[in-house]
């Protein structure tokens, strides 16, 4: 089943800060994050494991919560770059190696 | 070397019409998987190849689409008797090794309209 992305369309001003969040209704093991800017390939962030830790670099991170079958991708002190569409992509284990995509959130940073 | 590369970019024909899609990996990358992506949407499965074999083509709508990958290099989505509603974007995907923890690397799609 398709997670659920949360908002669906967000507008910052340079410097601010946001985030989106990924929710399932299955038990997940991993989450993939990628942005996409209109037009262009899918561009990955980063993947969260089952039992892993909050994982990112710099100002961009995520956080996977196993409970709430819920990941969180939180963007700092935003930068006009961050702007396009952001997916997450869910994987349930085992032998499914297919990705689940929600519909995207909508990033515009303005300056 | 380079990253996943998709012909054409852009593909027009009309209802009714055969069209093929080519798709390749990133070398060395023994998965290969195709989305579809409509407006609006986010990617959404179609087939994924393991070196020359499709391991999963439950996300294929109908038999009007087909994939290969004879050689477990590149791949061509062919799709019959086209209809409107297969306009989108198709994309293609490579990973490593097929792993659920695999990073899946986008080519930049194909974008079909059917008239």
């Known amino acids: 089943q398709q997670p659920v992305q949360s908002p669906q369309a967000v507008i910052l001003r340079e410097g601010e800060d946001a985030v989106i969040n990924c929710s399932s209704s299955k038990a997940l093991y991993s989450v993939h994050w990628y942005r996409q800017k209109h037009g262009e390939a899918p561009v990955f962030l980063m993947i969260l494991l089952k039992g892993g830790e909050q994982k990112g670099h710099e100002k961009i991170s995520a956080s996977f919560n196993e409970k709430k079958q819920q990941s969180s991708l939180y963007l700092t002190a935003s930068q006009l770059s961050y702007s396009g569409t952001y997916f997450c992509?869910?994987?349930?284990?085992?032998?499914?190696?297919?990705?689940?995509f929600g519909k995207g959130t909508l990033l515009t940073v303005n300056p | 070397g380079a990253g996943v590369s998709q012909t054409p970019s852009n593909k027009v024909t009309e209802k009714g019409k055969y069209v093929e899609l080519r798709c390749d990996p990133i070398?060395?990358?023994?998965?290969l998987y195709w989305y579809r992506q409509s407006l609006g949407q986010g990617p959404e499965f179609l087939i994924y190849?393991?070196?020359?074999?499709?391991?999963?083509d439950s996300g294929l709508p109908n038999d009007r689409f087909f994939a290969v990958r004879p050689e477990g290099s590149v791949s061509t989505l062919k799709i019959q008797r086209t209809e409107r509603g297969d306009s989108a974007v198709y994309l293609c995907?490579?990973?490593?090794?097929?792993?659920?923890?695999?990073?899946?690397?986008f080519g930049p799609g194909t974008r079909l309209t059917v008239l």
């Open positions: 190849f393991q070196g020359t074999g499709a391991a999963d």
């Open positions: 995907a490579s990973s490593e090794l097929g792993l659920a923890t695999d990073t899946q690397y």
């Open positions: 992509g869910t994987d349930s284990g085992g032998s499914n190696y297919k990705l689940t």
């Open positions: 070398s060395g990358h023994t998965a």
